[in-house]
C-alpha cells in the first residue's frame, strides 16, 4: 500500500480537458480560430496569468482573460460573449479515465480533495455534471488567491491535518502546481496530459500520462 493518505487534484487540465474546453467555448464565441492547439493554450494561458496576480472572482479572470485572448488574435468579443465563455466552464469535458480513477482510488483508500482556481459554484457544477467522487475541495474563492501561491494548500492542510509526508499532488499544471508542491517540499505527480517536454523547472516524484497509470504507480 502507498506511503500516501491524501491525494490532491488539480481539475482543469488535470480531470477536465481544459485545452478542449477553452478552445470550443472561444470557437463558439469568436467562429474559426486562427490559432488552436498548443499555440492557442499558451496565448490563452498567459493572458489568464496576468489577470490573476491579485483576486477577483474567477468568473471575471475568465471574462477579461476571453476579452484579451480575442484581441491578441485579432478578433472582437463583446462583454455578453465573455460571460457567456466564463458560463461554460462547468461544461468542459473531462478526460475519459477521470471519473472512474477517482472512484478507483476510493476504493483503493485514499481521501481525494481538490485544490482549484475556480469559484466555489463552478467546480460544484463539474463535479456534479461527471460524477467526480472527491471527499473535499479547495478553491479560489475560499483562499482569496491564485495557485502558484500556497494558499490551497494551507487551507488543504488547516481542514484535514493532514502531514505533508502523507499528501501527493496530482497535477498537469507545471507552474500552478507542481513547482509551487516543492516549495512546500510535497510528493508530486505531473500528470503529462498534452505529452509536452519536461520543464527544467519541474521535479515531480512521479510522471504518468493519465491516471489510470497514476493508479499502477500507486498500486
Known amino acids: 500500500m502507498s506511503e500516501f493518505r491524501y491525494l490532491t487534484f488539480d481539475c482543469y487540465g488535470t480531470l477536465v480537458d481544459w ?7 472561444l470557437a463558439k464565441a469568436l467562429g474559426p480560430l486562427p490559432k488552436q492547439g498548443a499555440e492557442l493554450a499558451g496565448i490563452y494561458g498567459r493572458l489568464e496569468r496576468q489577470e490573476e496576480t491579485t483576486y477577483k472572482k474567477y468568473r471575471v479572470v475568465l471574462e477579461r482573460t476571453a476579452l484579451a485572448v480575442s484581441r491578441a488574435l485579432g478578433e472582437s468579443m ?3 460573449e465573455a460571460s457567456e465563455f466564463a458560463s461554460s466552464v462547468p461544461l468542459w469535458p473531462p478526460f475519459p479515465d477521470s471519473a472512474t ?8 483508500g485514499f481521501k481525494r480533495y481538490i485544490l482549484s482556481n475556480v469559484d466555489r ?32 494548500w494551507v487551507s488543504f492542510t488547516a481542514k484535514t491535518g493532514a502531514e505533508r ?9 507545471v507552474y500552478h502546481d507542481i513547482v509551487p508542491a516543492q516549495e512546500l517540499g510535497v510528493a508530486s505527480a505531473w500528470v503529462n496530459r ?6 527544467l523547472s ?7 500520462d493519465g491516471l489510470e497509470g497514476l493508479i499502477g504507480v500507486l498500486g
Open 19 to 25: 485545452r478542449a474546453g477553452i478552445e470550443a467555448a
Open 78 to 80: 463583446g462583454e455578453a
Open 101 to 108: 480513477s477517482l472512484k478507483r482510488l476510493g476504493r483503493m
Open 121 to 152: 459554484d463552478m467546480l460544484e457544477e463539474t463535479i456534479s455534471r461527471n460524477a467526480f467522487e472527491v471527499d473535499g475541495f479547495v478553491t479560489a474563492e475560499e483562499t482569496r488567491s491564485y495557485k502558484p501561491a500556497l494558499g490551497h
Open 165 to 173: 509526508s502523507q499528501v501527493l499532488h496530482v497535477a498537469q499544471s
Open 194 to 199: 498534452y505529452r509536452e517536454p519536461m520543464p
Open 202 to 208: 519541474a521535479q515531480p516524484t512521479f510522471v504518468v
